[in-house]
């Protein structure tokens, strides 16, 4: 079964506006992370942000926030103020850490085209 | 500085011909990863190692094998390629998980081709 969910092969938005990716993941442990990461055509994996589930507030970095609903079990991106250079796939990712397992597992991406 | 170092960058092999990958780390951080990532797919979790406990996924090939002689060093084999192993290997390290910044730190990965 699929553990991280992206539904949206690929986005466009216009500079300047905020666009949401969207991610949805299932697991059954209490304690899990979520992640984002974008990657450029240059194939780099750029960490952007991370969310607990034991955070209560929604994780801000920059421009990046994250919309975690944890009863939905969604954790979508939202870019404001989009620029050319966020041109490029993002991936959502949980980490499940059980005694000595510790996976990071991705979704299947979204492209993401930012155009003037 | 680079944190987490993949040698070589580009890696060519034939079919069939033993290759080996490896990783450094600078971070020492317990948790090492290794991941296959082919054209405009999501990187796929080959195996993991949670300090030295290895942690093979279910449907990774026997083909792939790891090793981890220390914290710093981990290296993958693919003992046979084929032309459907061509792809971009990436490594990544993280902290134990419940310390602050638990990201994963990437390495530039190895493109692997077969011919």
């Known amino acids: 079964a699929q553990k991280i969910t992206q539904t949206q092969p690929g986005m466009f938005v216009q500079e300047k506006e905020a666009v949401t990716l969207d991610c949805t993941y299932d697991t059954s442990d209490q304690s899990y992370g979520l992640f984002w990461y974008k990657q450029p055509s240059s194939g780099e994996m750029i960490f952007l942000i991370y969310q607990g589930s034991y955070d209560e507030q929604n994780a801000t970095e920059g421009r990046y926030s994250l919309n975690f609903q944890k009863a939905r079990k969604s954790a979508n991106l939202v870019i404001s103020a989009s620029q050319l250079g966020d041109s490029a796939m993002y991936f959502c990712a949980m980490r499940e850490p059980y005694y000595n397992t510790d996976k990071l597992i991705f979704g299947t991406g979204t492209r993401l085209q930012v155009f003037p | 500085d680079a944190m987490v170092i993949q040698n070589p960058r580009y890696q060519v092999t034939q079919f069939g011909k033993p290759v080996t990958l490896s990783c450094s780390q600078t971070?020492?951080?317990?948790?090492m990863y290794w991941y296959q990532q082919k054209s405009s797919q999501a990187p796929k979790l080959l195996f993991h190692?949670?300090?030295?406990?290895?942690?093979n996924e279910a449907d990774t090939p026997d083909n792939f094998q790891s090793r981890r002689p220390n914290t710093s060093f981990c290296f993958l084999d693919i003992r046979s390629p084929g032309l459907g192993d061509a792809a971009m290997y990436l490594c990544?390290?993280?902290?134990?998980?419940?310390?602050?910044?638990?990201?994963?730190?990437f390495g530039q990965g190895t493109r692997l081709t077969v011919v």
């Open positions: 190692y949670y300090d030295k406990d290895f942690n």
């Open positions: 990544a390290t993280s902290r134990d998980w419940g310390r602050p910044n638990t990201e994963a730190f």
């Open positions: 971070l020492n951080h317990n948790v």
